[in-house]
């Protein structure tokens, strides 16, 4: 019983600590998302080639 309680305090732990590194993923993800639109709406697909070609040559 003591084993299965320690294993599920130190789930608890870890999955609270990592949240902090999917909510940091999310908030890329989304700023990613964010500035593409963003991209499109004011330069259009050359707008986006361009900063694609700066990014990956």
Avoid: P, S
């Avoid at 003591?2 to 700023?31: H, M, P, S």
Wanted: glycine fraction near 10%; include cysteine; charged fraction near 20%.
């Amino acid at each position: 019983m003591d084993v299965d309680k320690a294993i599920q305090e130190a789930n608890e732990r870890e999955r609270k600590e990592w949240a902090f590194v999917r909510w940091g993923i999310r908030a890329i993800w989304l700023a990613g998302c964010l500035y593409m639109v963003w991209m499109l709406i004011n330069g259009g697909w050359q707008g986006f080639a361009h900063v694609w070609q700066n990014l990956f040559g």
